[in-house]
């Protein structure tokens, strides 16, 4: 499985904190292997939701095995804020049940799906 992006599909405009202000990212979409997903550019970084990496684009691969993948890879996940929460849900990256939500960046996207192309099927 190589990760190919076929261009950003729609950006959603930031989303606005309980405070008033401006939070410090906005949403879109990302074509990646002919999937749909969801992110959040926080910080100038593309982070994508990864219970939709894992629901989506891992779909055929246990797991435990991504997640023993991420650990041999060093790849750390973050916890999403309120506000994020709130906009993956807005996109549909993550369920409208989802109480929380840890997001990957693009980076350790790539890397991951580079590493795990040859437990997936040929597409």
Request: hydrophobic letters at 35%; aromatic letters at 6%.
């Amino acid at each position: 499985m190589f990760l190919t992006c076929e261009g950003t599909l729609g950006v959603a405009p930031g989303a606005t904190t309980d405070y008033g202000g401006r939070a410090n990212f906005h949403a879109g979409y990302q074509r990646i292997e002919g999937i749909n997903l969801g992110y959040l550019q926080i910080d100038g970084t593309q982070m994508f939701a990864l219970a939709q990496v894992l629901s989506d684009l891992f779909k055929d691969i246990p797991r435990a095995t991504i997640s023993r993948k991420m650990e041999t890879l060093k790849i750390k996940s973050r916890r999403c804020d309120l506000a994020e929460l709130r906009t993956l849900k807005a996109i549909n990256s993550v369920p409208t049940r989802a109480v929380k939500c840890s997001l990957i960046s693009k980076a350790d996207l790539e890397a991951l799906c580079t590493s795990c192309k040859s437990l997936s099927p040929r597409r």
